[in-house]
């Protein structure tokens, strides 16, 4: 096959790129505060209201609150991984 009739336009970084680059990562940096905060409060809000049907007091508020803390940072650990390396990170699935 001869490739005489196509010119391939000329490789080069676009302007366009480190300003697409920049608002991702503002979008990703954004978007953290608000997946933490909310996986606490639905962990809590699960909490309570299994303390509400067991009556067990502040313990399942406690425990399903952690359980969203972690969540959340596992998650906000997981997004930065992915959008720092291009997604090449390790996921255990």
Known sequence: MSSTGNATPPQGPSPAGPIRGFTQQLAVATELPFVLVASVVVGGLIGAGVDRLLHTG??????????????????????????????????SK
């Open 58 to 91: 502040p313990f399942g508020l406690l425990v399903f609150g952690i359980l969203g803390f972690v969540a959340g940072v596992r998650e906000v650990l997981r997004r930065l991984g992915k959008s720092g390396d291009g997604g090449g990170g390790s996921s």
